[in-house]
């Protein structure tokens, strides 16, 4: 087949590739539509990619002229194997949006609208970007709340009754959907959780008695929530929500969730108080099973990178050592699974060693081959902080382990004097 030279003005400056959608944005320069999406929403830039000028998301304007020139090139050169580019949709506009809002608003037309709502979100990141200023936010968070709170109602009546139940309606779960798939804004999740942690409970009571589905959504939401809350929102979330998110690590619902309550977890252990309501949550013991299962290389990160903030504090290392796997398995994991990952069970090793090694605390440390995984880490490649603080736990206990048989003569001569 003869190859076919495509015009320059017909490529995408990012992509390199034929534009499908070509889009204009305020500078002047056109690109494919998914790919200036991706630029801006995905890798959350701000500027232009030729000019470097700022611009919004948003203004994202269809170059028609230049679609109907690039279709018919592709007519005209169909006999080399060019495919003609469809039509695209076009995006939703804000009255659209507005309009389905208040029809939303009847109980009837409810879970139509919100279906709706959810296949505009999932078209392009301009339709969530129309959605969010049309204030979609603020009506599915309301709409969350309510539902929510009229399911709390019903469950405290039944209660006393012993029936089971769960505060879920179907939508309930269509809006948890939408307000994820919208991937808002950091001004708009600043004010979901707000100053009085309305949403906040409420998503907790999701995960407490939701569905698989509602409580997959409430755990994502709540990650993307704290990762632009400040100190003092992260400083009075509630034992409950704590208890719920350890649930779900332990469910082990999908790798998605399970990383999104790891993110959650390690998001909210800057301050101590909350270190010590995710051990008492019994984090730990949970955590160290999910190490034993896990194949995954960014899972095994993310729980030695919570172990390590946890065991930070007294009741976090109690509840390492407590674990008949504890110690065995931060060990084995040093150098199997990334640099990451060895830099912080070799943190973790450090804040046992230092802080709570009885004497059959440090003898469990040599017969589990501890002593010896660190002289291994001293002996290859790695960063210069990891062996600092592996040579430093050598050197603490080189009383016990030095003169070890427990120790090889390969890795004994990789000991710290």
């Not at 309009?99 to 990141?125: V, Y």
């Not at 589905?213 to 990762?227: C, G, Q």
């Not at 984090?283 to 194949?295: E, N, T």
């Not at 912080?344 to 469990?364: C, H």
């Amino acid at each position: 087949m003869e190859e076919v030279e495509i015009p320059s003005f017909f490529v995408c400056p990012i992509s390199l590739q034929l534009m499908k959608d070509p889009v204009t944005v305020p500078t002047g320069i056109t690109y494919d539509r998914e790919s200036i999406e991706k630029w801006l929403f995905s890798a959350k830039n701000g500027t232009c990619p030729v000019t470097k000028q700022e611009i919004s998301g948003c203004d994202l304007t269809p170059n028609h002229t230049l679609r109907r020139l690039i279709q018919s090139w592709c007519t005209l050169n169909a006999a080399h194997g060019i495919e003609r580019i469809p039509t695209p949709r076009p995006p939703v506009s804000k009255s659209q949006v507005a309009k389905l809002l208040r029809e939303a608003k009847s109980p009837d037309m409810r879970d139509k609208c919100l279906k709706r709502l959810r296949s505009i979100a999932a078209e392009n990141a301009t339709n969530r970007c129309c959605m969010e200023a049309a204030g979609a936010a603020d009506f599915l968070a309301t709409l969350v709340k309510n539902e929510t709170s009229a399911s709390s109602a019903l469950l405290d009546e039944t209660s006393s009754n012993c029936c089971s139940f769960e505060v879920t309606t179907r939508p309930l779960d269509e809006a948890l959907a939408v307000l994820y798939h919208l991937q808002l804004s950091e001004a708009s999740l600043r004010n979901l959780i707000g100053n009085d942690g309305v949403f906040v409970d409420s998503l907790t009571r999701i995960m407490q008695s939701g569905t698989c589905e509602s409580r997959a959504y409430a755990v994502k939401l709540l990650n993307s929530m704290f990762e632009v809350a400040d100190i003092i929102q992260l400083s009075s979330l509630r034992m409950e929500l704590f208890v719920e998110v350890v649930r779900l690590l332990r469910d082990q619902v999908s790798r998605k969730v399970t990383k999104s309550a790891l993110k959650l977890l390690i998001r909210a252990c800057p301050m101590s108080r909350n270190r010590v309501k995710v051990v008492d949550a019994s984090a730990v013991p949970v955590l160290i099973d999910l190490l034993l299962d896990s194949c995954d290389k960014r899972q095994s990160e993310l729980t030695l990178i919570l172990l390590d903030v946890l065991c930070q504090c007294a009741e976090g290392r109690a509840e390492l050592l407590k674990h008949g796997a504890g110690i065995a398995i931060v060990s084995k994991k040093i150098l199997r699974v990334s640099e990451t990952a060895s830099e912080r069970g070799v943190r973790i090793l450090l804040s046992i060693a230092k802080f709570s090694a009885t004497p059959s605390i440090v003898q469990e440390m040599l017969q589990v081959g501890v002593a010896a995984k660190l002289c291994l880490v001293l002996q290859v490649e790695g960063t210069s902080k990891t062996k600092e603080k592996a040579r430093e736990i050598l050197r603490l206990h080189a009383r016990t382990w030095k003169t070890s048989p427990c120790i090889r003569a390969e890795f004994l001569s990789s000991y710290p004097a």
